[in-house]
């Protein structure tokens, strides 16, 4: 599945135009034709079901559905220790 950021988030209308960098992307690497699935978030625990509609030359257009709230923090507690050096080494 393609996830894609979209850092001012999804219209009400659902209806958004990707910027060129992100069009180019889904176009020439991932190669998505009209009527692909991809996945929107917006950095705010958001994400988007979204369908590509049109494919144009440095312009993709998808419409998203409803937005849900999505909890992806890891489950694993992590402890960063440093350790003495021997003699002057830590100076």
């Known amino acids: 599945m393609t996830r894609l950021y979209i850092p001012e988030g999804v219209p009400v209308h659902g209806r958004c135009e990707l910027e060129a960098a992100d069009a180019h992307y889904l176009v020439r690497v991932r190669r998505v034709q009209p009527g692909a699935r991809v996945t929107l978030f917006d950095g705010h625990g958001g994400e988007y079901d979204a369908e590509v509609i049109a494919v144009a030359k440095g312009a993709v257009t998808l419409q998203a559905g409803a937005r849900r709230e999505v909890v992806r923090e890891s489950p ?5 220790a440093q350790s ?6 830590m100076d």
């Open 76 to 80: 694993l507690t992590l402890r960063v």
């Open 84 to 89: 003495l050096s021997s003699g002057d080494r």
